[in-house]
């Protein structure tokens, strides 16, 4: 999903519920920090879970999924996560900052109210 801002079309709140595969939801301050993958903050997503955001994260910043493979999980603190439903490769659940998590098919219902 490129990066992009909704709009003033809509009520400054969204609710993404993801499903299917995990993927890291990056927020960009500018275009030119999403071309250079450059996010303020990253968030990993996992599948069955709920993004809810508003104010400056919906009305300042970029938001969008960068086109890939898998994801490494950032060792920055930058990344919020809370690694509860991953399979590891050792059989474990979770998931660690560094770690690689394969994409699969991800599906997104994305809720917006318009004005």
Same mark, same amino acid.
Do not use: N, W
């Given at each position: 999903i490129?990066?992009h801002k909704?709009?003033? *079309? $809509?009520?400054? /709140?969204?609710?993404?519920?993801s499903?299917?595969?995990?993927? =890291?939801f990056?927020?960009y301050?500018?275009?030119?920090?999403?071309r250079?993958e450059?996010?303020?903050?990253?968030l990993?997503l996992e599948a069955r879970?709920?993004l809810v955001?508003s104010?400056? *994260? $919906?009305?300042? /910043?970029y938001?969008?999924?960068?086109?890939?493979?898998h994801d =490494?999980?950032p060792?920055k603190?930058?990344?919020?996560?809370?690694?509860?439903?991953?399979l590891r490769?050792?059989?474990?659940?979770?998931?660690?900052p560094?770690?690689?998590i394969?994409?699969g098919?991800r599906v997104? /219902?994305t809720?917006?109210?318009?004005i």
């Amino acid at each position: 999903i490129m990066a992009h801002k909704d709009g003033p *079309a $809509y009520k400054p /709140l969204v609710a993404i519920l993801s499903l299917g595969s995990s993927s =890291i939801f990056h927020f960009y301050e500018s275009l030119q920090d999403a071309r250079k993958e450059k996010a303020l903050i990253e968030l990993f997503l996992e599948a069955r879970s709920l993004l809810v955001f508003s104010r400056k *994260a $919906y009305e300042t /910043l970029y938001h969008g999924i960068p086109e890939r493979k898998h994801d =490494i999980v950032p060792t920055k603190p930058k990344c919020l996560f809370t690694g509860a439903t991953v399979l590891r490769p050792d059989g474990s659940v979770g998931v660690r900052p560094g770690d690689a998590i394969a994409r699969g098919t991800r599906v997104s /219902l994305t809720m917006r109210e318009a004005i």
